[in-house]
């Protein structure tokens, strides 16, 4: 991994900042007043996993409790959050009938246990689970493939290269590519999003204590190299889709042959230039701002700039980096003096 945060461009020397970010693959119960905005209905308190793939860029999942006693589901795609029944998601990760399902949400209470220090279940849990399954009835999805159905409809238009597809193929390649992508077994994410709702209910009967997002175990640091990766390839996926489109364009309309050859190919590149794809890079590196239409997830707040100007970086925050510049303590300590001392 690259772990080069030093660049000089157009004369100025910048930085990118280690961003401090959720821990990956640990489900955080919260609490914000925010929460309520999103729709009418919707509480304050949600369940949040930042779920990693290999290649370090990841999918923040999140669990929304609302105050009827139902869940929704959000996860991002392209910048914006897209919702669904917590109920649909779990008939659709694997073949259950309705007593599984409530049987895998009860299963954290037992009557013999009420009271007792370090019981997580209460009563309201089966109650809870019927409403869950209550809301797949008045939607009449009842198995497996319904659900799949359901969301593939929803979400056909924003799969790219799967719009002649069936809708099952599209809700199968939604759950792969949205859904706790840092496991690759259905089985895996439909006991994960079991015991997310289980942590749930038990923040909403205060049962459990709140996570601490400020707290060092429930932090990561998003380093330079992860961060530039991440943005490459999301870029590369874009301008990959978009090429994609067009050659599909030409082919269908069948305006002149395209034999596919090498030179062909390049000829058709060159009309939807590859240069876009280093100029995000550029732009991220000047500005220290990401482009929205991009499925990054990183704080973009001005204050949060990915990079800085190293003479307006204050020394005490600009010091971490430059500890893995300069392994040898006097040359660091040099460098630092000498940052301090220019006017």
Request: aromatic share 8%; with cysteine.
């Amino acid at each position: 991994m690259l772990l080069i945060r030093y660049f000089i461009l157009k004369g100025l020397e910048r930085v990118v900042r280690l961003l401090v970010i959720q821990k990956r693959n640990y489900p955080m119960s919260m609490v914000r007043s925010s929460f309520r905005g999103i729709k009418e209905g919707y509480s304050d308190k949600a369940v949040s996993i930042r779920c990693v793939r290999d290649d370090q860029s990841s999918v923040t999942v999140r669990l929304y409790y609302l105050n009827n006693g139902s869940a929704r589901l959000g996860f991002w795609i392209r910048g914006r959050e897209y919702l669904l029944p917590v109920g649909v998601v779990l008939k659709a990760l694997r073949d259950s009938t309705d007593h599984e399902v409530y049987v895998a949400l009860t299963c954290s209470y037992n009557e013999k246990f009420q009271g007792v220090k370090g019981a997580i279940g209460t009563q309201l849990v089966g109650e809870r689970a019927k409403i869950i399954l209550d809301e797949l009835h008045g939607l009449s999805l009842l198995t497996h493939h319904q659900c799949l159905d359901h969301i593939g409809g929803y979400f056909q238009p924003l799969m790219y290269g799967l719009e002649k597809e069936s809708f099952s193929v599209v809700g199968e390649a939604v759950l792969k590519k949205f859904i706790f992508v840092h496991l690759h077994n259905n089985h895996k994410k439909f006991n994960l999003l079991i015991f997310m709702l289980q942590k749930l209910f038990s923040l909403i009967d205060q049962t459990s204590v709140l996570d601490n997002p400020d707290a060092l175990q429930n932090q990561e640091v998003l380093q330079a190299g992860q961060l530039i990766a991440v943005v490459l390839k999301a870029k590369l996926e874009d301008w990959l889709a978009s090429s994609k489109q067009e050659l599909i364009k030409v082919i269908e309309e069948g305006k002149k042959s395209i034999s596919l050859s090498v030179e062909d190919i390049k000829v058709f590149l060159r009309k939807n230039t590859p240069r876009s794809v280093s100029t995000v890079i550029e732009t991220m590196l000047k500005t220290g701002n990401i482009s929205k239409d991009l499925s990054v997830e990183v704080p973009q707040s001005p204050e949060q700039a990915t990079s800085h100007v190293i003479l307006k970086c204050p020394p005490l925050i600009f010091g971490p980096h430059v500890h893995t510049w300069f392994p040898d303590t006097f040359l660091r300590a040099n460098f630092l003096g000498c940052l301090i001392s220019i006017p």
